[in-house]
């Protein structure tokens, strides 16, 4: 990889430690990826934050890093929300070290907002044509799909060496050329709830680019659902919907592979849920739109178990009434995490979730049971359907 | 005997060998704890990685697996130094931020190193040294 006189020296060692860990990184995986160079970045999101996920290991190694970023950088979802924790059932021990690697973060001059939908809260961290350095999976999703800015899956570490040198290797959804869909995808239904869709297509797609031709308009809240699903149960970077998001680059229709999906099939992803004992919204974070969505739905009742509604605190500070609204029917307003990355939802048995992404993750990281429903069979199966 | 690799992370190290076929994900197939391979369906199980140098064709898995390579290390539990047919990201990153010394693009026969053969990884010079009579034929 071709490295400016500046990039050697930081390589050197000459600006300090921490930036020279950082440049290997980046190079190293420049080299791995064939990248020619380095571009700058506009913004990075760096995932890594819950003590669940990275442990006492993780936490030292960002300890041990000295400096600034050098690009705007915020957080993916912590293990608990950073002030109610206590009433998630945290352990101290846990909210301790939660609470070291916030701080740790907050040094590197990180904003200390942890969300997986950095784009709800700063429309300029990303615009059409931007490179960024994005690590959460879903929000990665929605930069390059819905926005139109360019990123990789970043690992935690290599995103938080691009935010340090503010600059990320050119390779793969960098370049135009790999920005091509390799499948597409006909509906044949309208499609009530995306995340059921993604997550069904994420599977057969792998880590594909898919493009979908639909009948049902997907407005953003949708297109954030359809691109997390997608890329929890795949791994899936990119995806273009026909006539709603930005055009593909050129491409030969013929070398993609072409699949139908019907509403049985789309269906098959729902489930009973007569035993859950939590349901839990939120996955990615809501927006302010799904916020008062859920307050209509909650108007007038009252939950008969645990219900969870995960947002950022940004967004939730930003409509106290609305989250009084929800509130006041029992359910709980939570912010900086969510149901995946938290502790708190190992003590449940089986969670309901309208969230593909959600579906894909709690067996396996949380060890309970999921099943998906709509948004409108969640609040009821939460509220007893009073 | 020397050997041309690509440096993937720097330094020079040397220790036995410890030599799989078998890709690693370090979260799930290695203990951070104890430094022992623990998954049973893996060749190396019950091995300890400790102070090896550890050979394998690459790694796999979640890209917590790099955090691990540093748990490792900062128990003193860490491989010396890690050679690899190909890297990818999660063992890349995971001996960058450990500073452990890798290489990559290494002849396929490096699969067949004897185990406990003592061999040094020269990061710095991308040379890999090893004893003659060191290789299975």
Known sequence: MHLTRDEERLLQGERGDTLRRAMEILVALGD???????????????????????????LEWISDLDGRVAVPSILNPAGMDLLRWREMSIDEDFARKQLE?????????????????????????????DHIAWSESSAVSYANSV?????????????????????????????EENRVPTHVIS??????????????????????????????????????????????????????????TQEPPQYEPSACEHIVV??????????????VDIVALGCP???????????????????????????????????????????????RVICDTCMVVSPASERFSHMMVNSGKALAYIPGMCGIKASFGSLEECIDAATGGS | MEIKCHRVSGGCAGGPALVTRERISFLGNVNPETGMVVDPSHELYGRSIAGAVLIFPGGKGSTVGSYVIYQLRKRGLAPAAMINLRSEPIVAVGAIISDIPLVDRVPEWILDVKDGTWVVVDAGRELVVLPDGSVHV
Not at chain 1, 299 to 313: A, D, N, P, Q
Request: charged share 25%; glycine share 10%; net charge negative.
């Open chain 1, 187 to 244: 509906v044949e239904t309208d499609v009530r709830e995306y995340g059921a869709l993604g997550f069904l297509v994420g599977r057969i797609v792998g880590d594909g680019v898919p493009l979908f031709v639909m009948r049902s308009r997907p407005d953003r809240d949708d297109l954030k659902a359809l691109g997390a699903a997608m890329a929890a149960s795949g791994s899936v970077a990119l995806y273009y919907v026909k006539d709603v």
């Open chain 1, 147 to 175: 926005i139109g800015a360019m990123t990789n899956r970043e690992g935690g570490p290599s995103a938080l060496a691009a935010a340090l040198v503010g600059k990320t290797p050119l390779y793969g959804y960098h370049l």
């Open chain 1, 262 to 275: 019907d509403e049985e099939e789309i269906m098959s992803v729902y489930d009973s849920h007569a035993d």
């Open chain 1, 32 to 58: 791995i990826y064939g990248a020619e160079r380095l571009v700058e970045i506009k913004s990075a999101q760096i995932a890594g934050v819950s003590y669940k996920t990275i442990g006492d290991a993780g």
């Open chain 1, 101 to 129: 690697i916030i701080d740790a973060y907050r040094k590197l001059g990180i904003m200390i907002e942890c969300t997986c939908t950095p784009y709800l809260l700063y429309e300029s961290i990303a615009s059409r044509g």
């Open chain 1, 285 to 331: 974070h809501c927006s302010l739109h799904e916020l008062e969505r859920i307050a209509d739905l909650l108007e007038g009742r009252r939950v008969s178990k645990e219900l969870w509604i995960c947002t950022s605190r940004r967004i939730a500070e930003s409509a106290p009434e609305t989250v009084r609204r929800i509130e006041s029917t029992g359910a």
